[in-house]
Structure formats: C-alpha cells, structure tokens
C-alpha cells in the first residue's frame, strides 16, 4: 500500500509547483517580448539587438534555475537563498535594463527628428 507523503511535504511540493509554472509562464512571455523586440529592431537599425540579447539573458538565466523536485531532506543541507527568487532578480534587471536602453532608443529617435526639422 502506497502512503501518502506527509501534509508539510505536500505543501513544499505544492509551492515547489506553483514555482515552476510561474517560471514557465514568465520564459513564454519574455519569449512573446524578445519576438516583439525583434521586430521593432528590424525596424529601427539604430536600436541593434542590445534589447534582444537581453531578454535571451534573462531567458537563460530562469532555464539554468535548478529543478524544484528535490526532497525535504535534500533542502536541509542546500542553501537558504532560493534559485527563484534570485534567477526572477536577474530577470527583473534584465528587463530593466533592456527597458532602459528601449527608452534611449527612443529619446534618440526624437531627438534625430528634432535635429532634423528644428
């Protein structure tokens, strides 16, 4: 007869879940973002592939997270800092930051207009 694993475990495997479909939705859309970037790339050369590029570094660093079926008794001896947090650390400042230089790209857009017709 199969026992069930204890409630804590569950709870534990649960989150551990609830970890992993978080992380699966967040590489889908940074992969829905990196196609969006790479059009609008494609349309303005001055921007090059700096947004793209980021958003493949952030990618990896949430596939390069360690699996989150380890065992209780294997978190005993493992590190207190979580994988998740920090690969969604990385990945919040690569957004930022890629954010950041889209914001450049198009203060320098206007500012060739300005240039231009002022």
């Not at 204890?6 to 829905?32: F, G, K, N, T, W």
């Not at 990896?60 to 380890?70: M, N």
């Not at 209780?72 to 493992?78: L, V």
């Amino acid at each position: 007869m199969l026992q069930s694993p204890p409630a804590s475990e569950q709870a534990v495997l649960q989150s551990a879940d609830a970890c992993y479909d978080r992380r699966r939705r967040l590489i889908s859309a940074l992969h829905d973002l990196k196609s969006s970037i790479s059009s609008i790339e494609q349309q303005h050369p001055c921007l090059r592939d700096d947004l793209s590029s980021t958003c493949d570094k952030a990618i990896l660093s949430l596939q390069d997270t360690e699996p989150l079926t380890e065992s209780i008794s294997d978190r005993s001896t493992a590190p207190k800092i979580n994988p998740i947090s920090l690969s969604l650390d990385k990945t919040a400042t690569y957004i930022i930051n890629g954010l950041d230089k889209m914001g450049d790209g198009i203060i320098f857009v206007f500012a060739k207009i300005g240039r231009v017709f002022g």
